[in-house]
């Protein structure tokens, strides 16, 4: 079974430039979840979506972030404009819609921000 | 408030001791427990999962884990450790909240020495 796949795995890019990060959850899950991780944060929940719905966003750190899930196959993250500071691991998960299934992470986009 | 706490942000073990991270959480209603554990450049994986039932489950990797009601733990063990189980522990929490999230805890890297 295909996991959750992110693109890129890595991005390099400078300050003030758009950002976007993409994400296929697996098939027939209900809930994806992005995140940040950062060696001073840790694992922070930015957001989160049930049936392509944002439900929560109070993780999102600024304006500047933004997250879409047009369809139940795809979603996306984007910063802009981008900052140092936003350097990071960023994961996306998924979930089917059960409190009691644990979350399957893609392998992250590592995010520097020169 | 839900919160999982990890109080240990390190441990070092040698290979072939025995292995036992702890994890807390606050939570008022039953518990989705979870541990997950995160390689280098990869994304977090399940390691075992609690929701009812027996107390102590088995996960992969010769990993278990114990849940304790009375004090609101849930640590894992290992009997013998070996090298490549070096990484980083998240402990977790599902919980309902509208929809539905999990709370991790800030995690335990385990360095694993000769």
Not at chain 1, 28 to 38: A, K
Not at chain 2, 9 to 32: D, K, M, Q
Request: hydrophobic share 35%; aromatic share 12%.
């Amino acid at each position: 079974d295909a996991g959750v796949i992110q693109s890129p795995r890595h991005e390099v890019t400078e300050m003030g430039q758009e950002v976007t990060l993409r994400c296929k959850p697996i098939s027939g899950h209900d809930y994806l979840f992005w995140y940040r991780q950062t060696m001073m944060r840790g694992l922070e929940l930015l957001i989160y979506f049930n049936n392509n719905v944002p439900i929560d966003d109070s993780g999102m750190p600024e304006d500047r972030f933004s997250a879409k899930m047009p369809n139940a196959s795809f979603s996306t993250l984007k910063i802009q404009p981008s900052e140092p500071r936003d350097s990071a691991v960023y994961f996306c998960a998924s979930s089917p819609d059960r409190v009691d299934q644990p979350q399957h992470f893609g392998d992250g986009t590592r995010l520097s921000i020169l | 408030a839900q919160s999982v706490t990890q109080p240990d942000i390190h441990i070092t073990v040698s290979e072939g001791a025995s292995l036992e991270l702890r994890c807390n959480y606050s939570y008022g209603a039953t518990p989705y427990l979870f541990w997950y554990v995160q390689s280098p450049g990869q994304g977090l994986q399940l390691l075992l999962k609690y929701f009812s039932g027996d107390t102590l489950v088995q996960g992969i990797k010769g990993f278990e884990a114990e849940f304790k009601r009375s004090q609101s733990s849930f640590n894992l063990r290992k009997p013998s450790v070996h090298w490549s189980d070096a990484a980083e522990y998240f402990c977790a929490v599902g919980v309902r909240t509208g929809g539905f999230k999990t709370i991790f805890g800030a995690g335990t890297r385990l360095f694993v020495k000769a």
